[in-house]
């Protein structure tokens, strides 16, 4: 029996379908890569989401996540996003209500580019080396083979790929970028110091926000500085420096993310790799437009090593890098009434939409 709808009842369905939510795309798992511990997958509106896999460094398989514009034709502008110093995975939740997947799902969900994202081996899915056993170099390899992978995508347009370099990613970002020609570069929460320069800020921090007596710091930072010499520098063990030195030693227990013998979740090399870095001379052999963006409260990293970055790019290509502070805002992008309350995570909100909406904002003039 075939039904005809009044002029009021077409009315209605009309006004539903132009209100509704974008449709949930099914998300489908690509390649022989098992799915760790049978976690679903992820289903985001108005996007298809593929869980794939790429071959990494010393036989790593690594998982990809790469979400593209539902019903999107041709060769699309991509992101590719390098990730976080932690092992914790880029496979959020649906449901996950933190400040970095809510960033992520409004990137994904709004800026209409393909986005991937890539766990690191060990993580999730990945197999292959222990993320805490995973240096610097070889996770900059894994990076690597992930922008290889996404720029020859049949569907992506590999004039128009942009790296997203987030905390410790944004380590990653120019030394990709100063090796393949992309269209842009965005950081959020990362500096261009060396890594000696930024631990040693950061445990300054740690203590100055603690609470830590201010005529104690004097001592406690020199200490911090000879250890971080030996470490860092020179490339010595913990228990090396203990052995020679035990009054110096003893600084590796009163560092922040200190256990055995890692640090921060990741071995001594990962540290020692990232100090060899010349992070300010690969900004300067990029040839694209760069936004890096800082959180007013962001203590993980420092205001002037997040403007080295700009200055870095502008040294080389005068107006090619802007930089902005997004206020009251930290590392985790959730807003605090103090750069105290931050460090002490009391009162915080999540708020990603100042990031996303600067990002979006960017990513649209440069590719409309």
Known sequence: MK????????????????????????????????????????DLPGVETEYGEIPGPAGARLRSIVTTPAGA???????????????????????????WSLMMRRLITESGWIVQRIDKSGVGDSTGTPCAELDYETELAQHRAALRALLARADVDPARVVVFGASMGSTYAPLLAAEQPVAGVIVWGGGATTWFERMLRFERRALELGGADPSTLSAA??????????????????????????????????????????????????????????WPAAWMRVRAPVLVLYGEYDWFEGRDAAALIADAVNRERPGSAEFEIIAATNHHFERFPSAEAAFHEKDGIVNAKPVVERMLAWLHRLAP
């Open 3 to 42: 039904c005809v709808l009044g002029p009021a009842a077409m009315a209605i369905l009309v006004a539903c379908a132009l209100t509704a939510s974008p449709a949930l795309a099914a998300a489908r798992l690509v390649g022989e890569l098992p799915r760790a511990g049978g976690r679903p997958l992820t």
């Open 73 to 99: 034709g041709g060769r699309r502008p991509a992101i590719a996003f390098a990730h976080w110093l932690s092992c914790d995975s880029v496979d959020f939740g649906a449901d996950a209500a933190d400040g």
């Open 221 to 278: 930072m020199s200490a911090r500085a000879a250890f971080f010499d030996r470490y860092l520098i020179r490339g010595e063990s913990p228990d090396a420096i203990a052995r020679t030195d035990p009054s110096l030693g003893s600084v590796w227990a009163q560092l922040v993310g200190t256990s055995g013998e890692l640090h921060y979740g990741r071995p001594l090399a990962f540290h020692q790799q990232a100090q060899r870095q010349n």
